[in-house]
C-alpha cells in the first residue's frame, strides 16, 4: 500500500539564512555557481594544473564535510533574435538558418556542506527521506557557521587562483524562488529544465523514479568494483587525436559535456575524521589478517588495506569517500532505452561499469537536493583519496558568448551552436593582444575565402571601414550585397582612380599633398633613381597653385588631366619666373614621362575617374588585381593609390574602425618594392583602431618572403588557421614559424577530423596571442553561402538570378536558396 507526502512535510530544509541553506538535521550548505573551462580547450598540463587545484580546495574543507558538484546539462535550442531591426538581409538568414538548433545548456553548483558533530551517518535504510523531523542535535552556533564559511571563502580563492574557473556565491535571493525564478532547491526537486519557470509535480517512487511527467534513471559509480582500473586528471579524445598528436578532454567529460541527453552529473567527496578513518581502516586489516588463512579473497583484501594505510601516511594523502551518479531524463518512456545505452557507452569508454540503481534511486535522488548532501546513504559510497576522487569530476562547460558588441558568428564545435567571438577587441581589453592585426593561413579548398568573406561582412556590418585586396575575385558577391565599390581591371571597364578628388571629410592637408607627390614621383622616377630636393619643392609648389587655380575656377574638374594642363600653361611659366634651371627640375622630361596618363595616352582612363571618387567615406571598397597583378606600370601605380587611400582612411577617421585585407595579392605587393607599406602598416594600424590583415595559402610563401616573416607574422596576434592535414607530416615548419604551442599544434591537426555529416560547414581554428586557442565552424545559411561562394558555377547561377531581378542581388540569392530547397526536398 502507497502512502503519500506533502513535499512540506518531509522536505529535509529547514530555511535559507545568511546566505546558507539549512537543513532540519543541523547541516548548514554554502552555495557556488561555477563557470567552468570551454571543452576542447585545455591542455595536457593545463588539465593536470586544474585538478591540482581542486585537489588542494578540497583538502582545505574542515572535517565532517561534504562536497557536492551538481552540473546540469539540458537539451536545449537556440532562440534566434528575429526583433532586432538592425539585422541585415544575411544576418536574418543566419538566425533563421539557426533557429532550434540543439545543444546542451550546461550550469554548474557547488553544494558545500558541513555536518554538525555527532549526526547520525545515512543509508540506503536510514534516509531523511522516511525520518523527516528529527531535530538537529546541537543548534549551530554563529562561530562554527562563521569559520566553515571562512574556509569556503578560502575553497574559493584555491580555485580561482588556478585561472580556470569562476565562482559565485549565491546569497539568499538566488537561492530562494520568486514569483518568476526557480531557486535551485526548487529547480532541482521538479527537475525543471528552464530556471525561469514553475513546474511543481508529484514525485513517485512506485514504478522506478518519476518527477512529474518525466521519467528518471539514476545510473552510479559507488562501488570500488565498478571503477576504472587506473584514472587521471584527462583522457585521449580519439576523434580529434592524430598519430603525431593527442587531443585531451577532463575524464570525466563523456559523462559531462560529450552525453546527449537530459541529465545531471551528481559528484560527491565526503571528509571525514581523518584519524578516525585510518583507526577503522587499521582494525579492518588487523581483522583481514586474521581471516587470510580462511580465504584467498581475504588475503587480497587485506593487502589492499595495507596499501591503502600505506599510502595515506607515506604521501600525505587524504583518505574519502566518494559517490558519482548520472540522472538522466525523458519525457517519453520509450526514449529511457536508448538514453541507457547512451550512459552504458559513455561509462564503458572510462573504463567503468555501469550499474543502474533501482532499489535505492529514491534515497539517491533524495540527498541530490541542494543542501542534503550530509544525507547520502554511505552505504553507496567506496574509499578513496581526494586525487583519486577529484578525477571523476566535470572539468569543461559549452563554448560561451562573447558580450562585447564586434565581432563574428561562429559556431560550437561541438553542436554547431552559434557563439559570438570576438577576436579584435576583447583580446586587446584582456591584455592577451597588443595589436588587432590577423593572419589567415588555408590551403585552396580549406573554406579560407569562406570565413574571410563571413568575418569581413560581420565587421562591416558593425561599422568597420574595409579596404580589400584582392585576387581571384572572392569577394565580388559580398561587394553586390552591401553595394560596395568594387575596382577591377578588364579591357572593355579599366580600373579607374582620381587622387586629386577632395571629398567629403576630406581636405587638402598635408597628407594628402604627400600622397599625391608620393604617387606623381613613383609615375616620374624608377625604383633605382632618386630625386632631389629641387624636384620635390618644385612638385609641392605644382600641387599648391594646382588647388589654388581650381578654388577660382570651378567649372574645373581635379583630375590628372586638368593638372596636366596645368603644368604645361600655367607651372612652366612660374618655373621661368622662378630662374628654375632645367638640370635642377627637368620639366619637360616630367611631362613626357608623365604623357601616357593623359588624355588620348596609354592609360589616361587610370588618374581621370569621374565616378566613385569619393572614397574616403565609402565603406566597403574591393581592388580586385587578378589582371594586372603581373603589369610592370598599372600594378605599381594601383598598389601606391591602395595603400594611399588606406593610410588615409586610418588617420582621418577618427573612432571609427578600419579593416585592410589584402588577400594572395600581397607576394605581388612585397615584390613591387611596397614591402615597406606593408611593414608600416602592420607596425602602425593599430594606433588609429585599424586592423591589417593577410591571407595565404602556401606555407612556402611565408618562408621565401622576409616581409612576411618579420613584419606580418611578428605583428599579428590573431593568427587563423585552417585546415592544415595535408601538412601535418610537416608541421612543425609551421609550429616553428608561427610560434605555436604543442596544445595549439594538437587543436590545429584537429581541424574537420570529426565532423557532423549532417550538417555543411568547415572548421577553423583561431589563436588569440598564443593565449587563448579555440577551434569553431564556419557554419553559414544556404543565402550567404550563395553570396560568399567561389565555385564558378554557383556565381553564374547567382548572377544570372540577380539579372533575373533587374540586378537585385538580394532578391535574386533569396530566390535562388528557395529554388535549391525545393530541389533538395524533390
Given at each position: 500500500?502507497?502512502?503519500?507526502k506533502?513535499?512540506?512535510?518531509?522536505?529535509?530544509?529547514?530555511?535559507i539564512?545568511?546566505?546558507?541553506?539549512?537543513?532540519?538535521?543541523?547541516?548548514?550548505?554554502?552555495?557556488?555557481?561555477?563557470?567552468l573551462?570551454?571543452?576542447f580547450?585545455?591542455?595536457?598540463?593545463?588539465?593536470?594544473?586544474?585538478?591540482q587545484?581542486?585537489?588542494?580546495?578540497?583538502?582545505l574543507?574542515?572535517?565532517?564535510?561534504?562536497f557536492h558538484?551538481q552540473?546540469?546539462?539540458?537539451?536545449?535550442?537556440?532562440?534566434?533574435?528575429?526583433?532586432?531591426?538592425?539585422?541585415?538581409?544575411?544576418?536574418?538568414?543566419?538566425?533563421?538558418?539557426?533557429?532550434?538548433?540543439?545543444?546542451?545548456?550546461?550550469?554548474?553548483?557547488?553544494?558545500?556542506?558541513?555536518?554538525?558533530?555527532?549526526?547520525k551517518?545515512?543509508?540506503?535504510?536510514?534516509?531523511?527521506?522516511?525520518?523527516p523531523?528529527?531535530?538537529?542535535?546541537?543548534t549551530?552556533?554563529?562561530?562554527?557557521?562563521?569559520?566553515?564559511?571562512?574556509?569556503?571563502g578560502?575553497?574559493?580563492?584555491?580555485?580561482?587562483?588556478?585561472g580556470?574557473?569562476?565562482?559565485?556565491?549565491l546569497g539568499?535571493?538566488?537561492?530562494?524562488?520568486?514569483?518568476?525564478?526557480?531557486?535551485v532547491?526548487?529547480?532541482?526537486?521538479?527537475l525543471?529544465?528552464?530556471?525561469?519557470?514553475?513546474?511543481?509535480?508529484?514525485?513517485?517512487?512506485n514504478?522506478?523514479l518519476?518527477?512529474?511527467?518525466k521519467?528518471?534513471?539514476?545510473?552510479t559509480?559507488?562501488?570500488?568494483?565498478?571503477?576504472?582500473?587506473?584514472?587521471?586528471?584527462r583522457?585521449?579524445?580519439?576523434?580529434?587525436?592524430?598519430d603525431r598528436?593527442?587531443?585531451?578532454?577532463g575524464?570525466?567529460?563523456?559523462?559531462?559535456?560529450?552525453?546527449?541527453?537530459n541529465h545531471?552529473?551528481?559528484?560527491?567527496i565526503?571528509?571525514e575524521?581523518?584519524?578516525?578513518?585510518?583507526?577503522?581502516?587499521?582494525?579492518?586489516?588487523?581483522?583481514?589478517?586474521?581471516?587470510?588463512?580462511?580465504?584467498?579473497?581475504?588475503l587480497?583484501a587485506?593487502?589492499?588495506?595495507?596499501?591503502?594505510?600505506n599510502?595515506?601516511?607515506?604521501?600525505?594523502?587524504l583518505?574519502?569517500?566518494?559517490?558519482?551518479?548520472?540522472?538522466?531524463?525523458?519525457?517519453?518512456?520509450?526514449?529511457?532505452?536508448?538514453?541507457?545505452?547512451?550512459?552504458?557507452?559513455?561509462?564503458?569508454?572510462?573504463?567503468?561499469?555501469?550499474?543502474?540503481e533501482?532499489?535505492?534511486?529514491?534515497?539517491?535522488?533524495?540527498?541530490?537536493i541542494?543542501?542534503?548532501?550530509?544525507?547520502f546513504?554511505?552505504?553507496?559510497?567506496f574509499?578513496?583519496?581526494?586525487?583519486?576522487?577529484s578525477?571523476?569530476l566535470?572539468?569543461?562547460?559549452a563554448?560561451?558568448?562573447?558580450?562585447?558588441?564586434?565581432?563574428?558568428?561562429?559556431?560550437?564545435r561541438?553542436?554547431?551552436?552559434?557563439?559570438?567571438?570576438?577576436?579584435s577587441?576583447e583580446?586587446?581589453?584582456?591584455?592577451?593582444c597588443?595589436?588587432?592585426n590577423?593572419?589567415?593561413?588555408?590551403?585552396s579548398?580549406?573554406?579560407?575565402?569562406?570565413?574571410?568573406?563571413?568575418?569581413v561582412?560581420?565587421?562591416?556590418?558593425?561599422?568597420t571601414h574595409?579596404v580589400?585586396?584582392?585576387?581571384?575575385?572572392?569577394?565580388k558577391g559580398l561587394?553586390?550585397?552591401?553595394k560596395?565599390y568594387?575596382?577591377?581591371?578588364?579591357e572593355?571597364n579599366?580600373?579607374k582612380?582620381?587622387?586629386?578628388?577632395?571629398?567629403?571629410?576630406?581636405?587638402?592637408?598635408?597628407?594628402?599633398?604627400?600622397s599625391?607627390?608620393?604617387?606623381?614621383?613613383?609615375?616620374?622616377?624608377?625604383?633605382?633613381?632618386?630625386?632631389?630636393?629641387i624636384?620635390?619643392?618644385?612638385?609641392?609648389n605644382?600641387?599648391q597653385?594646382?588647388?589654388?587655380?581650381?578654388?577660382?575656377?570651378?567649372?574645373?574638374?581635379?583630375?590628372?588631366?586638368?593638372f596636366?594642363?596645368?603644368?604645361?600653361?600655367?607651372?612652366?611659366?612660374?618655373?621661368?619666373?622662378?630662374?628654375?634651371?632645367?638640370?635642377?627640375?627637368?620639366?619637360n622630361?616630367?611631362?613626357?614621362?608623365?604623357?601616357?596618363?593623359?588624355?588620348g595616352g596609354?592609360?589616361?582612363?587610370?588618374l581621370n575617374?569621374?565616378?566613385?571618387?569619393?572614397?574616403?567615406q565609402e565603406?566597403?571598397?574591393?581592388?580586385?588585381l587578378?589582371n594586372?597583378?603581373?603589369?610592370?606600370i598599372?600594378?605599381?601605380v594601383?598598389?601606391?593609390?591602395i595603400?594611399?587611400?588606406?593610410i588615409?582612411?586610418?588617420?582621418?577617421?577618427?573612432g571609427?574602425?578600419?579593416?585592410?585585407?589584402?588577400?594572395?595579392?600581397?607576394?605581388?605587393?612585397?615584390k613591387e618594392g611596397m614591402?615597406?607599406?606593408?611593414?608600416?602598416?602592420?607596425?602602425?594600424?593599430?594606433?588609429?583602431?585599424?586592423?591589417a590583415?593577410?591571407?595565404?595559402?602556401?606555407?612556402?610563401d611565408?618562408?621565401?618572403?622576409?616581409?612576411?616573416k618579420q613584419?606580418?607574422?611578428?605583428?599579428?596576434?590573431c593568427k587563423?588557421?585552417?585546415?592544415?592535414?595535408?601538412?601535418?607530416?610537416?608541421?612543425?615548419?609551421i609550429?616553428?614559424?608561427?610560434?605555436?604551442?604543442?596544445?595549439?599544434?594538437?587543436?590545429v591537426?584537429?581541424?574537420?577530423?570529426?565532423?557532423d555529416?549532417?550538417?555543411?560547414?568547415?572548421?577553423?581554428?583561431?589563436?588569440?596571442?598564443?593565449m587563448?586557442?579555440?577551434v569553431y565552424?564556419?557554419?553559414?545559411?544556404?543565402?550567404?553561402?550563395?553570396a560568399?561562394?567561389?565555385?564558378?558555377?554557383?556565381?553564374?547561377?547567382?548572377q544570372?538570378?540577380?539579372?533575373?531581378?533587374?540586378?537585385?542581388?538580394?532578391k535574386?540569392?533569396?530566390?535562388?536558396?528557395?529554388?535549391?530547397?525545393?530541389?533538395a526536398k524533390?
Amino acid at each position: 500500500m502507497m502512502m503519500d507526502k506533502t513535499m512540506e512535510a518531509i522536505l529535509p530544509l529547514m530555511d535559507i539564512e545568511h546566505d546558507c541553506i539549512l537543513s532540519k538535521q543541523g547541516d548548514i550548505t554554502v552555495v557556488f555557481k561555477a563557470e567552468l573551462p570551454e571543452i576542447f580547450t585545455l591542455s595536457d598540463q593545463e588539465y593536470e594544473s586544474f585538478h591540482q587545484a581542486w585537489v588542494k580546495a578540497i583538502k582545505l574543507l574542515p572535517k565532517f564535510s561534504v562536497f557536492h558538484k551538481q552540473d546540469w546539462f539540458i537539451d536545449s535550442k537556440h532562440q534566434p533574435h528575429f526583433e532586432n531591426d538592425d539585422h541585415s538581409f544575411l544576418s536574418r538568414c543566419s538566425e533563421r538558418f539557426f533557429n532550434e538548433r540543439p545543444f546542451l545548456d550546461h550550469s554548474c553548483y557547488i553544494f558545500l556542506t558541513k555536518k554538525p558533530g555527532g549526526r547520525k551517518t545515512s543509508s540506503s535504510l536510514f534516509s531523511n527521506l522516511i525520518r523527516p523531523s528529527i531535530v538537529p542535535e546541537e543548534t549551530l552556533k554563529e562561530s562554527l557557521r562563521q569559520d566553515f564559511v571562512d574556509s569556503t571563502g578560502q575553497f574559493k580563492r584555491i580555485l580561482e587562483d588556478s585561472g580556470f574557473v569562476k565562482l559565485q556565491r549565491l546569497g539568499n535571493d538566488e537561492l530562494r524562488s520568486h514569483s518568476r525564478k526557480i531557486g535551485v532547491i526548487e529547480r532541482y526537486c521538479c527537475l525543471s529544465e528552464k530556471p525561469d519557470s514553475f513546474e511543481f509535480n508529484d514525485i513517485a517512487f512506485n514504478e522506478g523514479l518519476q518527477v512529474g511527467d518525466k521519467h528518471c534513471q539514476v545510473y552510479t559509480l559507488g562501488d570500488a568494483a565498478d571503477l576504472p582500473a587506473l584514472c587521471g586528471s584527462r583522457i585521449n579524445y580519439d576523434r580529434y587525436s592524430t598519430d603525431r598528436t593527442k587531443f585531451s578532454v577532463g575524464f570525466a567529460s563523456k559523462l559531462g559535456q560529450l552525453l546527449s541527453c537530459n541529465h545531471i552529473y551528481n559528484q560527491y567527496i565526503f571528509i571525514e575524521d581523518f584519524q578516525k578513518t585510518l583507526q577503522k581502516l587499521e582494525s579492518k586489516r588487523l581483522r583481514l589478517q586474521s581471516l587470510s588463512a580462511y580465504s584467498r579473497e581475504n588475503l587480497i583484501a587485506r593487502d589492499a588495506t595495507n596499501d591503502f594505510l600505506n599510502e595515506a601516511i607515506s604521501q600525505q594523502r587524504l583518505p574519502v569517500k566518494a559517490h558519482f551518479n548520472v540522472l538522466v531524463w525523458s519525457d517519453r518512456k520509450e526514449e529511457l532505452k536508448g538514453i541507457k545505452n547512451k550512459v552504458s557507452s559513455a561509462l564503458v569508454q572510462m573504463d567503468a561499469a555501469a550499474k543502474q540503481e533501482t532499489v535505492g534511486a529514491a534515497q539517491i535522488y533524495w540527498a541530490g537536493i541542494p543542501g542534503n548532501a550530509a544525507d547520502f546513504p554511505m552505504n553507496d559510497s567506496f574509499d578513496t583519496f581526494v586525487e583519486q576522487a577529484s578525477c571523476f569530476l566535470n572539468l569543461e562547460t559549452a563554448y560561451r558568448s562573447s558580450l562585447s558588441p564586434t565581432g563574428i558568428r561562429l559556431g560550437d564545435r561541438l553542436t554547431g551552436k552559434p557563439v559570438h567571438v570576438d577576436i579584435s577587441d576583447e583580446p586587446v581589453k584582456m591584455g592577451i593582444c597588443t595589436n588587432r592585426n590577423k593572419f589567415i593561413l588555408g590551403p585552396s579548398g580549406s573554406g579560407k575565402s569562406f570565413f574571410t568573406n563571413h568575418m569581413v561582412r560581420s565587421y562591416y556590418e558593425q561599422g568597420t571601414h574595409v579596404v580589400l585586396v584582392d585576387v581571384g575575385h572572392s569577394y565580388k558577391g559580398l561587394c553586390d550585397m552591401v553595394k560596395g565599390y568594387y575596382f577591377t581591371y578588364d579591357e572593355k571597364n579599366p580600373i579607374k582612380f582620381n587622387p586629386f578628388y577632395i571629398g567629403d571629410g576630406d581636405a587638402l592637408d598635408t597628407e594628402k599633398k604627400e600622397s599625391i607627390k608620393t604617387l606623381l614621383l613613383a609615375l616620374w622616377k624608377k625604383d633605382d633613381e632618386t630625386f632631389n630636393r629641387i624636384e620635390y619643392v618644385a612638385l609641392s609648389n605644382a600641387l599648391q597653385l594646382y588647388y589654388e587655380k581650381l578654388a577660382v575656377n570651378l567649372q574645373l574638374f581635379p583630375s590628372f588631366n586638368t593638372f596636366y594642363d596645368f603644368l604645361k600653361e600655367d607651372f612652366v611659366k612660374v618655373l621661368e619666373g622662378d630662374k628654375v634651371k632645367e638640370k635642377d627640375f627637368d620639366v619637360n622630361n616630367f611631362l613626357y614621362v608623365l604623357r601616357p596618363y593623359y588624355q588620348g595616352g596609354e592609360f589616361d582612363y587610370l588618374l581621370n575617374a569621374t565616378e566613385n571618387l569619393d572614397l574616403l567615406q565609402e565603406r566597403f571598397i574591393v581592388f580586385e588585381l587578378d589582371n594586372i597583378k603581373d603589369h610592370p606600370i598599372l600594378f605599381p601605380v594601383v598598389t601606391i593609390i591602395i595603400m594611399e587611400l588606406f593610410i588615409s582612411k586610418m588617420r582621418k577617421l577618427k573612432g571609427v574602425r578600419k579593416m585592410i585585407l589584402i588577400e594572395e595579392a600581397w607576394k605581388a605587393i612585397a615584390k613591387e618594392g611596397m614591402a615597406e607599406y606593408i611593414k608600416y602598416l602592420f607596425k602602425t594600424v593599430r594606433k588609429f583602431f585599424g586592423e591589417a590583415i593577410v591571407v595565404t595559402q602556401e606555407v612556402e610563401d611565408i618562408i621565401s618572403s622576409p616581409v612576411v616573416k618579420q613584419a606580418i607574422i611578428n605583428n599579428s596576434d590573431c593568427k587563423i588557421l585552417l585546415d592544415q592535414s595535408k601538412y601535418q607530416n610537416k608541421f612543425e615548419q609551421i609550429q616553428e614559424l608561427l610560434g605555436l604551442t604543442e596544445k595549439e599544434k594538437a587543436l590545429v591537426l584537429s581541424v574537420n577530423k570529426a565532423n557532423d555529416p549532417n550538417n555543411k560547414y568547415k572548421e577553423v581554428f583561431i589563436s588569440l596571442g598564443g593565449m587563448l586557442s579555440k577551434v569553431y565552424r564556419t557554419e553559414v545559411s544556404l543565402e550567404e553561402y550563395l553570396a560568399y561562394t567561389t565555385e564558378e558555377t554557383e556565381k553564374l547561377k547567382v548572377q544570372s538570378y540577380t539579372k533575373m531581378f533587374g540586378g537585385d542581388i538580394q532578391k535574386g540569392i533569396a530566390a535562388l536558396a528557395a529554388d535549391l530547397r525545393e530541389e533538395a526536398k524533390g
